[in-house]
């Protein structure tokens, strides 16, 4: 994508954000439905429809944060970036999947990466508008799951549904271990984007009311207490921004094996940095954000539900001090 087209799309991208933000908790379906049509309207699921694809991993990665930035209760994860990726790389190991029905993603009930019983309790991830979900295992073989009722999450701006393979079993294709590989570190890199962007507005937020808020007739954001905390939440998000981005810039120029060790590496840091930022976040705001009618309790649980989908900082850090494997051995990060 040129240049001057990616600010394009993302400037279209963040002026949806700031017309369909949700102020609080409460969004109704006709409200996830009104935003959802406008969302598809600026036709950002064709990025990764094709190959090559039209937006590179970086590009996305970037459109993953703004999304980010704000509490919306719309799918963009699911159904614009992680499914479209998988039928991409199915269509280039020459399997090509008709676009019958618009995809999601499946994942464990723990939201984690699924592994090779497609029979397990499954659930499809930020399902809203979406049709179906995609199964990928750990030998990468790709079916096609039925979705059923909701499903319960902690995050309430993301819709989660039951997820059941269909009957006939319909098998899409199979992915080969290096695609595997560059899929699980494209949807690591995607995740932690998204998680990046909430953790750096939530912490604009707050440095913003610190400025703002006054006690004792001065600005609380005078008091060093308070400084050194808005501190260190800008160094966390900083510290997983550059992870992030490092990760997104191995998908496109490096081998699958060293992107999914960056992309490993990034979550990791997201997971831990991102939390600490929002928490910090948190204390700055005092007892307004503890409020359910004020917007931080999204944040906290966008960042607090995103540190556990597809795998987490135990499991991660563990993946990354096993010797390096071959392309055969495609361990679930």
């Known amino acids: 994508m040129e240049p001057e087209e990616f600010l394009l799309v993302r400037e279209a991208l963040r002026a949806f954000a700031a017309d369909h933000r949700c102020a609080a908790a409460g969004v109704g379906q006709a409200e996830r439905t009104t935003a959802q049509k406008a969302l598809d309207g600026l036709g950002l699921g064709e990025l990764r429809r094709s190959t090559p694809p039209l937006a590179a991993a970086q590009e996305c990665g970037l459109l993953a944060e703004e999304y980010g930035r704000q509490p919306l209760a719309t799918s963009f994860l699911g159904t614009v970036l992680l499914a479209p990726e998988v039928l991409r790389l199915l269509s280039a190991a020459g399997h090509p999947a008709p676009y019958e029905s618009r995809p999601t993603v499946a994942l464990t009930r723990d939201l984690r990466f699924t592994g090779r019983d497609s029979h397990a309790d499954h659930v499809a991830w930020d399902?809203?508008?979406?049709?179906?979900?995609?199964?990928?295992?750990?030998?990468?073989?790709?079916?096609?799951?039925?979705?059923?009722?909701?499903?319960?999450?902690?995050?309430?701006?993301?819709?989660?549904?039951?997820?059941?393979?269909?009957?006939?079993?319909?098998?899409?294709?199979r992915l080969d271990p290096k695609q595997l590989q560059a899929w699980r570190a494209w949807a690591l890199v995607m995740v932690s984007s998204e998680l990046v962007g909430a953790a750096a507005s939530f912490v604009e937020q707050s440095t913003a009311y610190a400025r703002d808020r006054s006690q004792y007739g001065r600005p609380i954001g005078s008091f060093q207490a308070v400084r050194h905390l808005l501190a260190d939440a800008a160094v966390a998000v900083e510290s997983c921004a550059s992870a992030t981005r490092y990760a997104a810039w191995c998908l496109d120029h490096a081998d699958p094996d060293t992107a999914l060790a960056a992309a490993r590496v990034a979550k990791a840091e997201v997971d831990v940095s991102a939390v600490e930022a929002v928490y910090a976040g948190m204390q700055v705001f005092g007892g307004i954000a503890q409020t359910w009618e004020h917007m931080a309790h999204l944040y906290l649980r966008r960042v607090r539900v995103g540190a556990t989908v597809l795998t987490g900082t135990a499991d991660l850090l563990s993946t990354l001090a096993l010797p390096v494997h071959g392309p055969e051995g495609v361990e679930a990060p």
């Open 127 to 173: 399902a809203e508008g979406a049709e179906s979900a995609l199964w990928i295992g750990d030998d990468g073989i790709v079916r096609a799951f039925a979705l059923g009722g909701p499903a319960p999450t902690t995050d309430l701006l993301r819709v989660v549904r039951e997820a059941h393979p269909q009957t006939p079993d319909p098998v899409l294709g």
